[in-house]
Nanobody
Framework: QVQLVESGGGLVKAGDSLRLSCAAS????????MGWFRQAPGKEREFVAA?????????AYADSVKGRFTISRDNAKNTVYLQMHSLKPEDTAVYYC???????????????WGQGTQVTVSS
């Protein structure tokens, strides 16, 4: 069982930056691929970024955030991060982190989820 707790969300202006964190309870954190997803009101949960297990040497991003967001992990701290720059109003959503046993962009492959953290970007 993996428990995930996101933090770092908030209300910012367009062009600002935020860093989200996701702390995991599992001592086997390093063995999980981790992903960030987001869900806006009335929309389905969508992929944002993913990072491979252990080394974190492979990452993937949604086209809408590529070049603006960076996912990283610190296995010693059992934490995955999402650094977000040049935020846009369309980035407004609840952001969730997930843990999966394989590196994936699909929400269906993630077995564990956090409770989410709200990011609101004003224009």
């Amino acid at each position: 069982q993996v428990q995930l707790v996101e933090s770092g969300g908030g209300l910012v202006k367009a062009g600002d930056s935020l860093r989200l964190s996701c702390a995991a309870s599992a001592s086997t954190f390093g063995s999980y691929a981790m992903g960030w997803f987001r869900q806006a009101p009335g929309k389905e949960r969508e992929f944002v970024a993913a990072i491979i297990s252990w080394s974190g040497s492979i990452t993937a991003y949604a086209d809408s955030v590529k070049g603006r967001f960076t996912i990283s992990r610190d296995n010693a701290k059992n934490t995955v991060y999402l650094q977000m720059h040049s935020l846009k109003p369309e980035d407004t959503a609840v952001y969730y982190c997930g843990a999966a046993t394989l590196f994936s962009r699909s929400v269906l492959d993630y077995s564990y989820w956090g409770q989410g953290t709200q990011v609101t970007v004003s224009s």
